[in-house]
């Protein structure tokens, strides 16, 4: 009985336990039941956990930014051609992972890698076996691969090929890019644009690098804009939301002064000199010489801005950015400051060769001289005497008081980056003469070109500007224009036409040393320089091609349309050209091609031709030269065999006119001449001419220089 009294207890005492731990249990899970449904009515209420907003990140979770890219601007020549305009262009990759497969099971990987890599090959700068070894990676399982720069900047036409092939696995990504269809084209004034990563915003957007592209990089790029709206887990957007925008604002176009056909002609004209003597650096701009305005601009080294080759070493813009003596074509100013302070008596002589200053010797370029000679001829001849002279009759304070006049030792305010302002030594006497002619003082080629349009202009001097408008991309109204920005007086028109007959006599002169700079039917003012080059260490270089050589000339001389300014820096002059020579193969063509655009009138002087025929070909140049006939010389014989036009014809001034010499044929440069003197030539020579088009010679069959016998055919296209 006692035992069984004793289970019955014990039963009892595990009932009793039981209900403790379910009663403990009860009050645990109630417990834990209202602090989670409080914590839940809390978070409901308040929406916030840890300071993190649930509906802010709700509202995250679904809602999609899109961003909309802002187009740049257009970049315009004169007569509304792009020259740089946005484009897209592609990067290309390849997917190996063999997991990933489309719609029916079709595979979106590269199946055959001997076929895609051919392919590639084919419309890829990559070699088959290169492709191949890119599709066959050393990690046997890559999801996908790239092809380096070879698989970049793929344009849309390319791309377009190769989708046509239909390769398994092959995929573009597309990519904001800047097209500059002309190649080299005043590459270092447009400037480049390039992709660049965008910290705040992990995008990419183009960046103007140089030039007009960097100046107005703000204008051209205009603004992002974005597009915010809020889709379910299905990519369904949700209904009763409403969507954030903030539109984008496409950037402004800039319109330049640039003229397509007179600038591929300068460029031409360029690379055919830089080929011929590597020079170190060249500059040419062509100006409007009432309005300031920029025709045409190109240096040397410059770019592809198509292909970036060559930017490496042509980072600088040296219309602006770059400073030089000038040499004698500082003369000009020289000239003009000394009649316009009434210190110039050209009739007055002086003896040249050599002029002591304060103990030192101001040498001209022939240390011999001339002897005495008269200030007018001293000009001509480009007597660095002759300055220093008239520098001293003025005094150092008149000539600095006008070399700041024509706007040198300040910025031009070109708008371009890193203008530079030029320098001078100015202390001693031997300084301020030797800036007379060139020496001692830094300018920039703007700085030249706008000091030449107070010449140019009849006193009235003109700020260079390359931009005519800036337009709205949306409705093409201008927002601002661009025109005529007189900056001084530095001169009188007197004194601006005296300078200018004093710069024909540089050219037609018997004994001036421009007469390279003649061109058929047209009255030139030039003036050249030749400066020796700075050695970086206080002195000059020396040698043969130590040294700069520039023409600046403006045509018609009596009353100029055009303004061309060309420098030519430490070429390795081969002893068949002179550097003078060189340059004009720049300057004629180029300045005779904008008079005949813009229809400026030839002088219509006649002359009649003399007979030259059996004279030594010295003195037949000589004499036609005298007359101011453009001379072409055939050969390198002694003695003139043939001449035309012939003798007691009557022709302009400055007609081109030939002379046959007695051996040594060489075919002449004919780029930019008429049909009737190619025809001129052809029947002198007895070459047969075969020609297409009308106009003026832009090509020809037998190179410059290379030697002919009169039985060759030449062939000629016009434009």
Request: glycine share 10%; aromatic share 8%; with cysteine.
């Amino acid at each position: 009985m006692k035992g069984s009294s004793n289970h019955s207890a014990g039963k009892k005492g595990d009932t009793w336990n039981r209900r403790i731990v379910g009663k403990f249990l009860l009050l645990f899970f109630v417990s834990v039941f209202v602090l989670l449904s409080t914590r839940l009515l809390v978070i409901a209420v308040g929406k916030n956990v840890k300071n993190v907003n649930l509906n802010e990140q709700a509202q995250k979770l679904y809602t999609q930014t899109q961003t909309l890219k802002a187009r740049r601007g257009t970049i315009y020549d004169a007569d509304g051609n792009p020259i740089a305009e946005d484009t897209s262009t592609y990067s290309l990759y390849a997917v190996l992972d063999k997991s990933q497969r489309g719609l029916n099971d079709k595979p979106l990987y590269v199946v055959n890698k001997d076929k895609t890599a051919r392919i590639l090959a084919k419309y890829l700068p990559i070699s088959e076996k290169k492709a191949l070894k890119i599709l066959s990676p050393k990690n046997k399982q890559p999801f996908q691969v790239e092809f380096g720069s070879a698989g970049t900047n793929i344009s849309l036409i390319t791309k377009k090929k190769i989708e046509a092939e239909h390769l398994p696995g092959i995929d573009f990504v597309q990519q904001q890019a800047r097209l500059y269809p002309n190649g080299v084209f005043s590459s270092n004034l447009i400037g480049v644009a390039t992709s660049q990563n965008n910290k705040k915003t992990g995008g990419t957007n183009l960046v103007g690098q140089m030039g007009i592209e960097k100046a107005f990089n703000k204008v051209l790029a205009g603004k992002n804009g974005y597009k915010d709206a809020q889709y379910d887990v299905y990519g369904y957007k949700l209904p009763g939301r409403k969507q954030k925008e903030k539109r984008v604002q496409n950037g402004d176009n800039i319109y330049t002064n640039i003229d397509s056909r007179i600038q591929t002609l300068l460029e031409s004209e360029m690379n055919s000199v830089a080929s011929q003597v590597h020079p170190a650096g060249m500059n040419a701009v062509l100006m409007d010489a009432k309005t300031g305005k920029i025709v045409a601009a190109s240096q040397r080294p410059t770019f592809n801005a198509s292909t970036l080759k060559g930017i490496n070493k042509a980072w600088t813009n040296t219309l602006t950015a770059d400073t030089y003596e000038p040499g004698s074509t500082m003369k000009v100013f020289t000239l003009s400051a000394a009649i316009n302070s009434g210190h110039f008596n050209g009739s007055e002589t002086y003896e040249s060769g050599r002029y002591s200053i304060d103990g030192k010797i101001v040498p001209d370029w022939d240390p011999a001289g001339w002897g005495y000679i008269t200030f007018n001829k001293g000009f001509a001849l480009s007597s660095n005497v002759a300055m220093a002279h008239l520098e001293q009759q003025m005094g150092s304070k008149t000539w600095k008081k006008y070399i700041q006049r024509f706007g040198f030792l300040k910025s031009t305010n070109s708008g371009l980056p890193g203008e530079l302002s030029g320098r001078i030594q100015f202390n001693y006497p031997i300084e301020q003469a030797d800036t007379s002619f060139g020496q001692g003082i830094e300018v920039t080629t703007m700085q030249m070109m706008q000091a030449l349009t107070a010449v140019s202009n009849n006193g009235t001097m003109v700020k260079p500007y390359f931009i005519s408008k800036i337009t709205d991309s949306g409705n093409g109204k201008t927002i601002k224009k661009y025109g005529k920005k007189v900056v001084g007086h530095p001169i009188s028109a007197e004194t601006a036409k005296k300078v200018r007959k004093h710069m024909q006599d540089v050219v037609y002169k018997s004994y001036g040393i421009g007469q390279d700079y003649k061109i058929k039917g047209y009255r030139i003012a030039a003036k050249t320089g030749t400066a020796q080059v700075s050695n970086g260490y206080g002195g000059y270089a020396s040698g043969d091609d130590s040294y700069l050589y520039s023409v600046a000339g403006m045509v018609p001389a009596n009353n100029p349309r055009y303004v061309m300014f060309i420098t030519m820096k430490q070429p390795q002059l081969t002893g068949t050209k002179t550097a003078t020579q060189l340059l004009a193969e720049i300057f004629k063509p180029v300045i005779t091609r904008a008079l005949q655009n813009s229809n400026t009138k030839q002088s219509a002087v006649k002359k009649t031709m003399p007979s030259v025929l059996y004279n030594t070909t010295v003195q037949a140049k000589r004499a036609l030269n005298e007359k101011g006939f453009d001379v072409v010389t055939i050969g390198s014989g002694s003695t003139v065999t043939k001449q035309s036009p012939v003798a007691g014809e009557k022709i302009n001034e400055q007609n081109r006119v030939f002379i046959l010499t007695n051996g040594g044929w060489k075919m002449p440069r004919i780029i930019g001449w008429s049909k009737a003197d190619v025809q001129k030539l052809c029947k002198l020579t007895g070459m047969k001419l075969q020609s297409t088009g009308t106009g003026y010679a832009n090509s020809q069959s037998i190179n410059f220089s290379q030697s002919i016998n009169g039985k060759e055919t030449l062939k000629v296209n016009f434009e």
